[in-house]
């Protein structure tokens, strides 16, 4: 809310620039912003119209002889219909400047000597929608006589400075001018002083006919109300219109402005009702019947429902309690006798009508964040009040109750010593208590334990806690030593799932692949790609868009998405992985499990072309190489196994394994299927996808120490020629099974097929490496081996040695 | 000729014919040549029987000295030849040192996970633990827990991605404070931790907003925490973070899982506080939220909140990102374009 330093200035004094308040407040309570209005508008004075006749060559357009307060007339040509004889108007004088930089310019319309401008409110930077309805098609014209060159600017209260408070949801007890004197009184070391309404007796009267039924007792807290008889409906004053526009409200008539005054004035929405529109006066605050209407005027209404705490009187609906009112008992220029209401309603039932029904506004926002229940007939009193003093009155009735509900100051007790150890500074309980003073509480102390009493306006407050915040902020944060936790010391650190993640991350990173993070939240058939794990799918209920609705089940999609991404910008040598989590939901439970999963892309060319290296296409062999470097770090105790795959994902049925160690499947390695490769856009590309709690959970090796071999290998080299079905990983799972306890290794080195080689077979050429750590290798052990495995391998194989 | 003319006349010719030879084998020719069995020196000394008997340990002396000499002048000049071809092979083997390398380059961290690391080693070092949490969490821990039944406003603030009506994308990693407290055992000491993670809120992406980003949440419980401690604390921090002369301010504010709440401001790492457009011209920027923790989390844990106190806070890794590497589009850090991921090699 906008507080108005003019307005402010009732309550207390103010002596400081509205830059330097809004700092100080944002910094002691409320973040704040100052606002300057009218800095691009002068010259800007009154007019009095003196007489007025068309201008000769136009048939819209009048000349207006204008006192401005100077030695004569002057003269003024204005198009605006509503232009007439007598009346006061903003008057632009010549040299005056407007906003956007507008500048008026005496000249000559049509040929007649213009010096000036007669201004609407929306020419001086009114929005069109607060501009009083009489006036928004034209210029403004004062309510009342002005003397003639006074600064226009300043009565239309377009000089006013303005405190801008951004309240939290807990702070809306400066929702109201007073609430608002009370805090930054609080800063300033200012009590606010003000008037509480005075009513005239003799004009009070008993209104016996009124009847009010609160039937939705659990909703209503407070329903007062007055009525009064005879009010002239007019337009407000102008002290009223300009507080009124400058707070974002429309002013209407002297009725409803004043309503809308009172709830500015003390935070308070008021309603107005034109008592002769009401069904046998009665007026009854229920839920509402179902498929009943609200009627808003110009064609709009509102279908209510049983959730709707509605203002009905027999079987008209008069309003949607604290939200808005209708049509039906609207008071308008015809209206003789009203009906005050101050109320306190329900706020959450409040807050959801208000966003059922797209409604929100002054009234539902106060409802909604809570009022001063202690503030409910003062404010209803202030209402008539103001009401008597603009317009004449018969007679007014007594508060009328439909609900009242005692409002009891909060008592709060807090031990001095608990409150300095929570900020970690050191005051005397006098200090405390001074700065509780400057907010309005009354305190006792007895010893150690203070007992705050905490006025109504002030419902945020319930806790110790919460007095400690009033009384640090008041204090001062500035003011508070920073220190560090004093207690025990603890061991810090990542979990030792954290541990394992960094570390293979670490690998990824030294492999030369580009982190990415993509996002939880994919379309469903992303969802579905790469659901490898089978996954049940998890929806989100009310997704934003189609393309992020369900969870994840691989990292894949994403992965591809990038590479997508980057190769439409002409990155097309990409090495990617991310680390996160996918959502693997069994059916029959709502909730997926959150599984740690590293994958990664590549595609492209591996190596660079440049002047002494040429690049390579990537292949199979590169993201597996990738792969077998991460696994290698995984410290496993059994033997990694690439078992060829046809049915994973969309990968290439002849270009896949799945990665398993003892039988259980740990991931998958493979080349993206051409037909969704072409779908997705992208070139070759090649994938792994590993989950990393099963990797973490798989027996670790037990690494023990031995010294480097003191005696030399032996390597043997073996050419085979082998059905072209069989893997060299069976081959070489063969090999150690018939090479000996002194076989180390077997390093492939050929594997040929084409011209020379028997159709349906392919040439194969290992290296055999034998080493005895302890002794040197006689040629007839190594021998004997070499013999064992060749024969082996004809015997499973069929293999021809060559 | 004398024996003795004629090995001083070997010895000269022997010196002159090394110092001529150009190339190593010559040299090793010549060794061969002048002081093998078959050489002439070895020949000459054949004539030593007609050298009187008294003569022949001085012609003996000789012999061996103008062995020696030979063969100090053919490794003298094996040492020049030598010499003189490193200096040709170097001056052959001159590179254009400017081509550029052979690359071996090693990936780039994303940038997001850099900034959260970076804070993780800090906290570390303070000795907390680093917490994960659920991304699917349930209502009670992303609300109820942190002091937001249902139907407080402040479900209106954050906007959630439900699954069902009890379980949700986690809308803040606070949702990770009531599993921490309740599994910490008090009497082995504090609870200190940090919980970073992904969190998600309905919101339209775009250059300020992404439906889902990164929060870090920090919470201490002990006995006697105070908001000079949280001060303190984020004090450090944003030092560590933001650079050493960094001063912070606290503005009060409101969560409803703290109280006191505040706003924490650093002073401008731009421009030192004087004001600019980072700062919008205030010299202070926003970087995080924190408070004393409400006493009502704490005894929803069990905790009695007249012994212990605590703090938390809860920063955004996309804003401090953001900030200090002027990076003005929050999608970028989703796009994953290599070249916006790649310049942050090694910042962190
Ligand atoms: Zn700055």
């Known amino acids: 809310m906008k507080i108005s330093i003019d307005w402010l200035k009732e309550y207390i004094p103010v002596t400081h620039t509205v830059e330097e308040i809004a700092n100080k407040v944002s910094l002691t309570g409320i973040e704040s912003a100052p606002v300057e209005l009218g800095t691009d508008l002068s010259n800007l004075v009154v007019g009095h119209i003196t007489s007025l006749k068309p201008h000769p060559d136009s048939d819209h357009l009048n000349l207006c002889q204008v006192d401005v307060g100077q030695a004569e007339y002057i003269q003024i040509v204005c198009g605006a219909p509503n232009v007439a004889e007598g009346q006061y108007v903003i008057v632009a004088l010549d040299g005056a400047n407007l906003p956007a930089g507008k500048e008026i310019k005496k000249g000559a319309i049509r040929g007649q000597e213009s010096n000036g401008m007669i201004c609407g409110l929306d020419e001086l930077g009114v929005e069109e929608s607060l501009v009083p309805k009489a006036f928004q098609k034209g210029i403004y014209v004062f309510p009342s006589v002005e003397e003639p060159g006074a600064d226009a600017k300043e009565l239309l209260g377009l000089n006013d400075q303005m405190v801008d408070l951004d309240i939290t949801p807990n702070r809306a007890d400066t929702l109201g001018m007073r609430g608002a004197a009370w805090e930054i009184g609080a800063t300033y070391d200012e009590k606010p002083v003000f008037k509480d309404p005075v009513i005239d007796d003799s004009k009070v009267e008993d209104d016996d006919n009124l009847k009010i039924n609160i039937e939705a007792d659990d909703l209503v807290q407070d329903y007062l109300v007055r009525t009064i008889k005879n009010v002239q409906v007019a337009e407000s004053p102008l002290w009223i219109q300009r507080r009124l526009w400058n707070q974002g409200i429309q002013p209407v008539n002297n009725i409803i402005d004043a309503a809308n005054y009172v709830m500015i004035e003390y935070g308070e929405p008021i309603q107005v009702y034109d008592l002769d529109n009401l069904t046998d006066e009665t007026i009854s605050v229920e839920m509402a019947t179902d498929g009943h209407k609200l009627n808003l005027g110009k064609d709009d209404t509102k279908d209510l429902n049983h959730d709707d705490l509605v203002i009905n009187s027999g079987d008209q609906t008069l309003g949607l309690a604290g939200v808005v009112n209708g049509t039906s008992a609207q008071v308008d220029d015809d209206t003789r006798n009203i009906l005050i209401e101050s109320a306190v309603f329900d706020g959450t039932s409040v807050r959801k009508a208000a966003q059922r029904h797209d409604l929100r506004g002054d009234a539902s926002n106060r409802f909604e964040k809570g009022v001063d229940t202690g503030a409910v007939e003062i404010s209803l009193n202030r209402t008539v009040e103001l009401i008597a003093s603009i317009t004449k009155i018969q007679s007014i009735s007594q508060v009328i109750v439909g609900k009242q509900t005692p409002a009891e100051p909060t008592v709060i007790k807090a031990s001095i010593d608990h409150v300095n150890r929570l900020m970690g500074i050191t005051l005397s309980a006098d200090e405390m208590i001074g700065i509780l003073d400057r907010l309005g509480f009354s305190t006792e102390q007895n010893g150690d334990e203070l007992t705050v009493t905490i006025p109504t306006r002030r419902w945020d407050m319930s806790i110790e806690a919460d007095l400690i915040e009033e009384i640090m902020r008041i204090y001062g944060y500035e003011n508070l030593q920073g220190t560090l936790p004093s207690g025990n010391e603890t061991l810090g650190g990542y979990t030792p799932q954290r541990e394992f993640i960094n570390k293979l991350k670490n690998i990824l990173l030294s492999e030369g692949m580009d982190e990415t993070i993509n996002f939880g939240l994919v379309s469903k058939q992303e969802a579905r790609d790469f659901n490898y794990i089978d996954s049940e799918y998890t929806r989100v209920l009310h997704p934003m868009t189609e393309d992020h609705e369900f969870l994840r089940t691989s990292l894949i999609p994403g992965l591809i998405k990038n590479v997508a991404y980057n190769k439409a910008r002409k990155n097309s040598d990409l090495s990617l992985f991310e680390e996160g989590r996918i959502f693997d939901r069994e059916s029959g439970h709502d909730r997926p499990k959150e599984v740690e999963y590293i994958g990664g892309i590549i595609t492209g060319k591996v190596g660079t072309d440049s002047w002494n290296t040429s690049a390579k296409e990537i292949d199979f062999y590169d993201v597996k190489g990738i792969v077998e470097e991460l696994l290698s770090f995984v410290e496993l105790d059994s033997e990694v196994e690439y078992r060829a795959s046809k049915e994973i994902g969309n990968l290439h049925p002849g270009q896949t394994a799945a990665i398993l160690f003892d039988d259980q499947v740990m991931g998958y390695v493979g080349k993206i299927h051409p037909e969704y490769q072409s779908a997705h856009s992208i070139d070759d590309a090649f994938v792994f996808e590993l989950n990393v709690d099963k990797l973490l959970a798989q027996p670790k090796k037990n690494v023990k120490a031995m010294s480097a071999p003191k005696y030399p290998s032996v390597t043997r080299d073996l050419a085979i020629l082998v059905a072209k079905n069989i893997t060299s990983g069976e081959i070489v799972k063969q090999i150690f099974n018939d090479g000996g306890q002194y076989l180390k290794d077997v390093n492939i080195f050929d594997v040929y097929q084409g011209s020379n080689i028997e159709n349906g077979h392919k040439s194969l050429g290992y290296h055999l490496i034998f080493q005895n750590s302890n002794d040197t290798l006689t040629y007839d052990t190594v021998e004997k081996a070499f013999t064992q495995i060749k024969t082996g391998l004809i015997n499973k194989f069929n293999v021809e040695v060559r | ?348």
Request: charged share 30%; hydrophobic share 35%.
């Open chain 2, 1 to 348: 000729m004398s024996l003795n003319d004629r090995l001083k006349e070997l010895r000269e010719n022997g010196i002159n014919d090394a110092k001529r030879a150009q190339h190593l084998q010559d040299l090793n020719d010549l060794r061969v040549q002048l002081l093998g069995k078959k050489g002439p020196i070895t020949q000459a000394l054949r004539g030593m029987k007609d050298v009187p008997k008294e003569q022949r340990p001085e012609i003996g002396t000789l012999a061996n000295n103008v062995k020696k000499d030979i063969q100090t002048a053919i490794e003298s000049r094996i040492e020049e030849v030598n010499k003189r071809i490193i200096a040709q092979k170097l001056q052959e083997e001159t590179l254009d040192v400017t081509l550029p390398a052979q690359s071996h380059e090693v990936g780039t961290k994303h940038i997001l996970n850099q900034t959260i690391e970076d804070i993780e080693q800090f906290f570390i070092g303070l000795g907390y633990e680093v917490a994960p949490g659920y991304e699917v969490e349930e209502d009670h821990y992303n609300f109820e827990r942190l002091n937001i039944p249902k139907d407080h406003p402040a479900r209106d603030m954050q906007d959630t991605f439900y699954i069902t009506n009890e379980l949700l994308m986690r809308t803040q990693t606070s949702a990770q404070e009531g599993r921490d407290m309740d599994a910490h055992d008090f009497s082995k000491g504090p609870l200190k931790m940090i919980s970073p993670g992904i969190v998600y809120r309905r919101d339209d992406d775009d250059a300020t907003h992404s439906h889902q980003f990164h929060q870090l949440e920090g919470l201490v419980v002990d006995k006697n925490i105070s908001m000079a401690d949280l001060k303190g604390t984020l004090e450090a921090l944003c030092r560590h973070v933001f650079g050493p002369d960094r001063e912070i301010r606290f503005r009060p504010s409101f969560f409803p899982f703290t109280e006191p709440s505040v706003e924490v401001d650093v002073s401008c790492f731009n421009c030192g506080g004087e004001g600019c457009r980072i700062c919008k011209y205030t010299g202070w920027i926003e970087v995080l939220g924190a408070g004393l923790t409400h006493p009502n989390v704490l005894e929803m844990s069990g905790i009695d909140s007249n012994v212990y106190s605590a703090f938390a806070f809860g920063l955004g890794p996309e804003r401090f990102a953001m900030l200090k590497y002027g990076i003005d589009d929050i999608r970028d850090f989703y796009t994953n374009d290599v070249r916006f991921l790649e310049q942050f090699k090694g910042v962190n």
